[in-house]
């Protein structure tokens, strides 16, 4: 099952950069203009939806390519966005952040993962400070590392 309501993936360029923040506060400003919402969260977390929950006043869902085959993912992501409203999914740590697997590290169940599996638009949220690369070339070589529909970069 594959959703065709409108969908957004906002992820991080790791940890710490600011995608629970930035994923509550748009979802509160969707929400006080009317836009019917859903609320997702990539990977197994529990902590980052309780603070979708608490802008929204609604479950945040769990989609975990770890667990769960892509295919039940899509489905849980059609079944719970609205079709004339939004799904909006938080990332989890790097967007390319995976399970390790016996080669060393890989993007299975990642943000980039997800995005590609569910052919959802990603955001990539950079916090620049204390880096010695410009976030300009950050954000270009995130969008070169694997072909992924990532859509900007703020």
Not at 18 to 31: D, E, I, N
Not at 42 to 55: L, R
Request: hydrophobic residues 40%; positive net charge.
């Amino acid at each position: 099952m594959q959703s065709n309501a409108p969908r957004l993936l906002l992820a991080g360029t790791g940890s710490g950069c600011g995608k629970t923040t930035v994923t509550s506060a748009l979802l509160r400003a969707f929400q006080r203009r009317g836009v019917p919402l859903a609320a997702f969260k990539c990977g197994p977390d529990y902590i980052d939806p309780m603070f979708h929950t608490a802008a929204l006043g609604v479950p945040s869902r769990n989609l975990d390519l770890f667990f769960a085959e892509a295919a039940a993912v899509r489905g849980q992501l059609a079944r719970h966005t609205p079709p004339d409203g939004l799904g909006v999914i938080e990332g989890v740590m790097g967007f390319y952040d995976g399970v390790l697997d016996g080669s060393g590290a890989t993007d299975r169940a990642s943000a980039a993962h997800l995005a590609r599996a569910t052919d959802t638009p990603a955001v990539l949220i950079v916090r620049p400070g204390g880096s010695r690369f410009p976030w300009p070339r950050c954000c270009g070589a995130f969008g070169t590392l694997r072909p992924t529909p990532c859509a900007a970069c703020c």
